[in-house]
């Protein structure tokens, strides 16, 4: 008797449980959901026209002055949202440049004296600018201020600071002012 | 980045309020507010301050010169790499070699869901750059040891 109570609790307690998970699943997808749309409305409001991309997410062409920025949003699971651009490839700064000209070190160095500014290398050697929103926080003004810091970086890096890199120059000071002429 | 006064109490007073939430052990000084945490029976400290527009968060980690020159490169790249493959977590290096775990929240983002994320992907960042750290410098330290080894012998 005793036996067969606990197993008609066992099975009790397996429905709630798989209804837990059932419902956990369906709050998860209404909160992305719900991202998704402030994402969308938040991108029209700033008049972006955009493409949709494979990887949940979007893709923006910014065209700065003469520059193309390719900007994209996405979702990174469960609850983070991504923006970010790539600023250079392995190609175009190949590690042992990076090396030889302390590349790495004077974007940490910029890191940390600004803000606006995060930078990450891929597993293959291409160099971004990122910005992470926390799903919780996202508004309007976190979005904007983000995705704005995310195409100015692009538009510094491209225009001041690669063709230095490139050059060898390893004066930070050099670097610090070319940001902050155009930051404000 | 500028500190600024005025404007900041009202951000200071929410941060205690959240701090004290979070059951912190913390002062309010000049330079900002230093909060002390145990981090693998280690004491960290991280401090909070305000600037124009955003509250950084940070933790200072330890020098760039405690890693030989002929790795530095590679662990400033893993660090750059531990920015791809985790969110938010970010790391910075001051003037005099400094590195830091940088978190920097926009003020119109101060709320307790958004700063407990932050403040805990500070101390996050603590483990993961320690282990970046420890497999840059094995192979040196096993070096090293094995040097002394043979020395002896």
């Known amino acids: ?184 | 980045m500028s500190r600024i006064s005025g404007f900041e109490s009202f951000f200071i007073d929410k941060l205690i309020g959240y701090l004290s939430l979070m059951n912190k052990s913390f002062e309010v000084t000049p330079e900002g507010i230093l909060v002390h945490e145990t981090i693998n029976g280690k004491e960290t400290l991280v401090t909070i301050y305000i600037t124009e527009k955003w509250i950084r968060i940070h933790a200072n980690l330890g020098s760039l010169s405690d890693v030989p020159e002929d790795k530095r490169r590679e662990f400033l790249e893993k660090l750059l790499n531990a920015n791809w493959n985790y969110p938010e977590i970010s790391f910075g290096i001051d003037s005099e070699g400094n590195i830091y775990s940088i978190q920097d929240e926009f003020v119109y983002a101060l709320y307790y869901d958004v700063f407990e994320e932050e403040y805990n992907a500070v101390l996050a960042s603590i483990e993961i750059f320690n282990e970046i750290k420890k497999a840059i410098l094995k192979p040196e330290e096993a070096k090293v040891q094995e040097k002394k080894k043979t020395q002896k012998g």
């Open chain 1, 1 to 184: 008797m005793e036996n067969s109570e606990s197993k008609d609790s066992a099975f009790v307690q397996t429905v709630l449980s798989a209804l837990r998970a059932k419902l956990r699943e369906e709050a998860q997808e209404f909160i992305l959901r719900e991202a998704a749309m402030k994402i969308l409305k938040y991108i029209k409001l700033l008049k972006k026209d955009f493409k949709v991309v494979s990887g949940a997410g979007l893709y923006v062409e910014e065209k700065v002055k003469d520059l193309t920025i390719p900007v994209y949003v996405t979702f990174r699971f469960p609850e983070w949202i991504e923006i970010k651009t790539l600023l250079a490839t392995a190609e175009e700064l190949p590690p042992e440049i990076a090396n030889q000209c302390k590349v790495y070190e004077i974007l940490l160095r910029l890191a940390n004296d600004f803000a606006e500014l995060s930078f990450t290398i891929d597993k293959n050697g291409n160099l971004y600018a990122r910005q992470n929103i926390l799903v919780g926080a996202l508004s309007f003004d976190v979005f904007k201020e983000e995705y704005e810091a995310v195409v100015l970086s692009a538009v510094i890096f491209k225009k001041e600071l690669l063709s230095r890199f490139k050059q060898c120059k390893k004066e930070y000071e050099e670097f610090k002012e070319a940001y902050e002429t155009q930051i404000t």
